[in-house]
């Protein structure tokens, strides 16, 4: 069964998205059926519903098989919810192996929302191959392991190796294939509770997990099979179904409002951001730990209680620069997602900008551009910049990272940031923008053509979807009070 840990990183992908009016038209709700795979040993069929606040919003799938070579794991979800007033879909399907000990050697991801995605990872060492799959290309990218990762769905399989006692506790490295992110796990075993499981009473072991600063409980029974599982902040619960019961239909009319349900609401409201010069908010109910509250335009004042102030930045004040910059050439290079050397983003760019040298004026024209030519369509994805300039629409992510890779191909250095925004003062939703080292790291958000970027975006996290996941820490929990503002 694939941990909780997986399910909360596909809701990242979903949250981090931003409120847009726009008509949308609503995808197929094809079924993803299951792949049949081979194996010589045990194998085992498991289904299950995706809860929160009680309403299903979804099922999983998962088909384990587990010889002497180690498991081979087939993993299904699919979660209806709703964006912007319209029906949405997100399938995600991952196979993957482990070695006997039960790491992970390798896996395959693939997401379908409309469209069709697809990653790979492999793992020699205490390194990790990613190649993605963009338009009959192949873009790899290696990322360094601390140690050889587990992997979701063998956490049964890992907790009964342990043989472990009420009260112990145990660190182990792991690994979510959504995100590409590795941390430690902690796992503590309790005792025998009671947990209701729609409406009736059973009794379980419970065991309690964290992973990137993520809380679930799981209850397992004596063979160390699923009763259920909760992550009391997000109010999200896998519970096993039968496949009639998991593959029910969900009605449009019961479908859940993530975004709506997940954004922080201001009691009372601010003016609206884009008037103001200084916006000062205190966060509540989290902490700062691996957070990066910090940068050029937003200053971390305290952290108890943890006070944040956002400055508007002044382009006039900055030095001028010229393209291509020689500085922080980290944020100039290419990645599986940001493909920021193809031709086909180098010759936009160069379209895009035209003649244009001074670095603030190109990027100026880079955000007008990626927000004229993106169709505003929310969408859960995992973008990559080759594919969203060929689909040319999608949500915050899309214009992000091809805003980065643009800005990159044009030599401007650039990072991508995450967080929340203050959408006209009445509430903070989950989204993602940029910043373009223009002498200091300036924000600039492309889908609302905003270079500055305004003072309500609240940055939490920065860098690609695997630094992006640690926001998930404070899904749920985060309260926003405002302390000051200056127009």
């Known amino acids: 069964m694939k941990k909780i840990f997986g399910y909360l990183v596909v809701a990242a992908v979903l949250i981090v998205t931003v409120v847009l009016l726009l008509q949308i038209r609503r995808p197929a709700n094809a079924e993803f059926v299951p792949e049949a795979h081979q194996s010589t040993g045990e194998s085992r069929e498991e289904w ?10 979804g099922y999983a799938f998962t088909k384990i098989s587990k010889d002497d070579a ?22 995600t399907h991952v196979f993957a192996h482990t070695d006997k000990d039960y790491t992970l050697k390798d896996y395959s991801l693939e997401l379908r929302n409309g469209g069709h995605q697809r990653v790979e990872g492999e793992i020699t060492g205490q390194q990790l191959k990613l190649t993605s799959y963009v338009q009959g290309k192949e873009y790899a990218q290696t990322i ?21 006692k009420p009260g112990d506790e145990i660190a182990i490295p792991y690994f979510d294939p959504t995100t590409q992110s590795s941390s430690t796990a902690r796992i503590r075993m309790g005792g025998q509770e009671q947990v209701d499981v ?14 990137m600063g993520i809380g679930s409980i799981l209850w397992l029974d004596e063979e160390y099979q699923l009763i259920k599982e909760s992550s009391p902040a997000m109010a999200l619960e896998i519970i096993p179904l039968t496949k009639e019961q998991a593959l029910a239909e969900i009605s449009p009319d019961k479908a859940f409002d993530l975004i709506t349900f997940f954004s922080v609401k201001l009691d ?21 730990e691996d957070l990066d509250l910090q940068d050029d335009y937003q200053e971390l004042l305290s952290e108890m209680p943890i006070v944040v102030a956002s400055t508007l930045p002044g382009i006039d004040d900055l030095p001028e620069l010229t393209i291509p910059i020689d500085q922080n050439k980290d944020f100039l290079q290419p990645s599986a997602y940001i ?13 895009m900008i035209g003649d244009e040298k001074n670095a603030a004026a190109a990027a100026a024209k880079l955000t007008s551009g990626v927000y004229n030519l ?59 923008w940029c910043a373009v080292w223009l002498g200091k790291w300036v924000p600039v958000d492309p889908t609302f053509n905003q270079l500055p970027a305004d003072v309500g975006h609240l940055k939490l996290k920065e860098g690609e979807i695997a630094e992006q996941a640690g926001v998930l820490k404070v899904v749920g929990k985060l309260r926003i009070k405002t302390l000051e503002y200056k127009e």
């Open 48 to 57: 299950a519903g995706i809860f929160i606040q009680g309403e299903r919003i």
């Open 70 to 91: 180690g498991l081979t794991v087939e993993n299904i979800t699919r979660m209806t919810i709703v964006m912007m007033n319209q029906t949405r879909s997100l399938t």
């Open 144 to 164: 360094e392991l601390k140690e050889k990762p587990y992997f979701p769905d063998a956490i049964e399989e890992v907790i009964k190796s342990k043989n472990l």
């Open 198 to 211: 729609l409406g009736t009473t059973k009794t379980g072991t419970r065991f309690d997990l964290n992973f």
């Open 268 to 288: 009372p409201p601010t003016p609206d951001p884009k008037n103001l010069t200084y916006l000062k908010i205190e966060m509540q109910d989290i902490t700062t």
């Open 339 to 351: 493909q920021c050397t193809d031709p086909k983003i180098i010759n936009t760019a160069m379209r």
């Open 374 to 432: 993106l169709e505003k369509n929310p969408t859960a994805s995992l973008p990559s910049a080759l594919d969203v300039l060929e689909m040319r629409k999608g949500d915050c992510n899309e214009h992000a990272i091809l805003f980065t890779a643009l800005a990159r191909a044009a030599g401007i250095p650039t990072k991508i940031y995450v967080g929340l925004v203050n959408l006209n003062g009445f509430a903070y939703y989950y989204h993602a």
